[in-house]
Nanobody
Framework: QVRLVESGGGLVQAGGSLRLSCAAS????????MGWFRQPPGKERDFVAAISWNGRSTYYVDSVKGRFTISRDNAKNTVFLQMNSLQPEDTAVYYCAADDISGADEAVRETYGSRWPAEYDYWGQGTQVTVSS
């Protein structure tokens, strides 16, 4: 079992920045590729960003490329989402998720990061991000 706790959400004006953190506990953190997803009011949960276990490969939805940066600190069992130039359409509940890759081939593990929510095994409770215009 992996427990994920997000923090760092809040209210910010358009053009502002926030840094989300997700602290993991319970299992070996490097066995997991990590992802961030978001769910706007009344909509489905969508992919935002993913990162491989070693942090060397990152993936983003087109709408956040150049504005958001995903990173991880394996020594602290934490994944981050730095969000710059925030816009009202970024308003959502943001979730971090962990994808167990311990059974994958080594060649796959090195760069693996999924866009698909169904691939993830554990989810946090979410943190609200609200961007005012």
């Amino acid at each position: 079992q992996v427990r994920l706790v997000e923090s760092g959400g809040g209210l910010v004006q358009a053009g502002g920045s926030l840094r989300l953190s997700c602290a993991a506990s319970g299992r070996t953190f490097t066995n997991y590729a990590m992802g961030w997803f978001r769910q706007p009011p009344g909509k489905e949960r969508d992919f935002v960003a993913a990162i491989s276990w070693n942090g060397r490969s990152t993936y983003y939805v087109d709408s956040v490329k150049g504005r958001f940066t995903i990173s991880r600190d394996n020594a602290k069992n934490t994944v981050f989402l730095q969000m710059n130039s925030l816009q009202p359409e970024d308003t959502a509940v943001y979730y971090c998720a962990a994808d167990d890759i311990s059974g994958a081939d080594e060649a796959v593990r090195e760069t693996y990061g999924s866009r698909w929510p169904a691939e993830y095994d554990y989810w946090g409770q979410g943190t609200q991000v609200t961007v005012s215009s």
